[in-house]
């Protein structure tokens, strides 16, 4: 099976724009989940989708949102950026039976706020 | 609120050598620990994942355990090689897909 795959790789933006980063679930897993990895707070958990719902939130500001397409595949965006989201955004899928089995995890999108 | 800890946050070790993680949690009421291996710039890679109800998991050279009432988890690292230099991290799974990260511990393994 293909892994867990994440676009794009690495993008630079500007404070005050936005930014849409996108992950591909491995095939058969409905359950993805988006994490913010930055070297002072570590990895923090930032929303989790299943079948295409938000089933679980972190404490995370609004600017934070995401969806869920019928296919599985999720998208992250983030709006009004700050320098403080340059972080490596990291997405994990599994077959959403919660507790039961490790997440997937992608190479992750390392996004710097300039 | 779930805490988790991981000491120490680094480790240098000579090549061979057998050593130990530890990764400790403030909540005991969760449903899976698991172990994961980090290199520099990528994503995550699971290695171990023990249920709440289970005491240890084995994958070739690793080992984990988990011991519920005190809290903690220990990664074993049998007969280390350079090539298992990387950052370690551990995460207790709650009641949901939600994973609750310690900080990790980066391994260096000197040949």
């Known amino acids: 099976k293909a892994g867990v795959t994440q676009t794009p790789r690495y993008l630079i933006k500007t404070r005050g724009q936005q930014v849409t980063l996108s992950c591909s679930p491995i095939?058969?897993?409905?359950?993805v989940s988006w994490y913010q990895q930055t070297p002072g707070q570590g990895l923090q958990f930032l929303f989790e989708y299943f079948s295409e719902t938000q089933r679980n939130k972190g404490n995370f500001p609004g600017r934070f949102s995401g969806r869920q397409f019928s296919n599985s595949r999720s998208e992250m965006n983030v709006s009004t950026l700050e320098l403080g989201d340059s972080a490596l955004y990291l997405c994990a899928s599994s077959s959403g039976r919660q507790g039961m089995e490790t997440q997937y995890f992608g190479p992750g999108t390392r996004l710097l706020v300039l | 609120k779930q805490e988790v800890t991981q000491i120490p946050a680094a480790l240098s070790v000579p090549e061979g050598e057998n050593l130990v993680l530890n990764c400790s949690f403030t909540d005991s009421a969760i449903y899976n620990l698991q172990w994961f291996r980090q290199d520099p710039g990528k994503g995550l890679t699971s290695l171990l994942l023990?249920?709440?109800?289970?005491r240890e998991q084995t994958s070739g050279r690793l080992n984990a355990s988990l011991d519920k009432s005190s809290g903690r988890s220990t990664l074993y690292i049998a007969a280390s090689q350079p090539g298992d230099s990387a950052t370690y991290l551990c995460?207790?799974?709650?009641?949901?897909?939600?994973?609750?990260f310690g900080k990790g511990t980066k391994l260096t393994v000197n040949p």
């Open positions: 095939s058969g897993h409905r359950s």
């Open positions: 023990i249920q709440s109800s289970q």
């Open positions: 995460a207790a799974q709650g009641g949901s897909e939600k994973l609750v």
